[in-house]
């Protein structure tokens, strides 16, 4: 956190960062508050904060446009009054939400920012079962659904995706045992595939500053371990070995001493790489199946899904060789592709009907 808090104030070279036993801070004082005014103004946030901003902004202005005649105490009472007014709206007092903004716009580099503060790569001790969430409180909803569009829209960037949404939206109620909790809402991705073919190369593309950027190593050393069976073909000591990277995931490993972190990670990093080097328990057959070579078992079919265009008659119209291709000759969503078929719902083409069916094997 103060390696952050200390690149922004050299990067735009106003406030001070102060040190403290259990926390840190970095304030920006009056003379400079009109930087931080432009950055927002001219980059809107995407967030209520944005509204908070815009309140902030207003109550500040108010402050400095003050009459400066001190002996003016009404004058001094009716600004106090209208701060104290808008102060009252802010923040978690606030009645409206951000469906309120228009404009909303996801970036690359804005949902970089939002990720250091609200994101989390997880590995779960017991399953290694791997995941990336976004969480926030449940008034962002219509946020959320434009950064699943954008997430999926990056997807063609790193390999394509030719199934259905791997993102998925959760919202989480007021829980009874704690009245003053509010709704949650997240993004959930836990495919091993799509974090390794997509997430991974794009976090890796941006420039992570916090310790997010040790955890989001460490969630892609495990997808790499496991998705080429490397843990099970080197038994407890690839268990071993995975445990101690998602040790590195917690609060307590990462604010350890420096120096003995530091070579902690360099040791890991050597055994993890060695743990790479190693053959993989996994075969891919030419069918585009892969076979677990210890069990004999088949993990996991990557040939994409054929799909099939069926009108009302029963007939078959036009074949696929993935959902991806369907949902461009339709001119509809990928996610609405694979969505019909669970559904057997029909799609509307060039005024008639048809469904889309999977392609058996």
């Not at 959902?323 to 001119?331: E, I, M, P, Q």
Request: glycine share 6%.
């Amino acid at each position: 956190m103060i390696l952050k808090l200390n690149f922004l104030q050299s990067k735009f070279n106003i406030g001070k960062v102060y040190v403290y036993s259990t926390s840190a801070s970095w304030k920006v004082f009056r003379p400079d508050v009109k930087v931080i005014i432009y950055i927002f103004s001219d980059n809107p946030l995407n967030t209520t904060k944005r509204l908070d901003f815009q309140d902030w902004k207003k109550a500040f202005e108010l402050y400095v446009n003050r009459n400066l005649d001190r002996d003016n105490i009404e004058c001094k009472s009716t600004v106090l009054s209208k701060v104290a007014e808008i102060k009252s709206g802010m923040n978690q007092s606030r009645i409206y939400a951000i469906s309120n903004l228009d404009n909303i716009r996801v970036t690359k580099y804005w949902l970089l920012g939002f990720i250091e503060g609200e994101g989390n790569f997880h590995v779960e001790s017991q399953s290694l079962a791997l995941k990336f969430r976004l969480g926030q409180v449940s008034r962002e909803r219509v946020l959320f659904e434009k950064i699943v569009l954008f997430l999926e829209s990056i997807s063609a960037q790193f390999g394509g995706w030719d199934s259905s949404s791997p993102l998925r939206i959760y919202e989480y109620t007021q829980d009874k045992n704690k009245p003053n909790a509010k709704p949650f809402i997240s993004i959930v991705a836990s495919r091993s595939e799509y974090l390794l073919n997509v997430l991974v190369p794009f976090f890796k593309s941006l420039p992570l500053l916090t310790k997010k950027k040790v955890r989001f190593f460490c969630l892609k050393y495990n997808i790499e371990i496991n998705i080429w069976g490397k843990a099970f073909n080197s038994g407890l000591a690839g268990r071993d070995l995975i445990n101690k990277i998602v040790s590195q995931m917690n609060n307590s490993r990462l604010s350890t001493n420096f120096l003995q972190a530091v070579q902690y990670r360099t040791n890991l990093e050597n055994a993890i790489n060695k743990l790479l080097g190693t053959p993989s328990n996994y075969q891919v057959t030419v069918e585009g199946k892969i076979i677990d070579l210890h069990s004999g078992k088949i993990v996991q079919n990557t040939k994409s899904k054929g799909v099939m265009l069926i009108n009302e008659m029963g007939e078959v119209v036009k074949t696929f060789d993935s959902g991806s291709v369907c949902a461009k000759y339709l001119g509809i969503g990928r996610t609405s592709v694979y969505s019909k078929i669970k559904t057997n719902k029909p799609v509307l083409f060039n005024n008639k009907n048809y469904f889309i069916k999977p392609i058996k094997d």
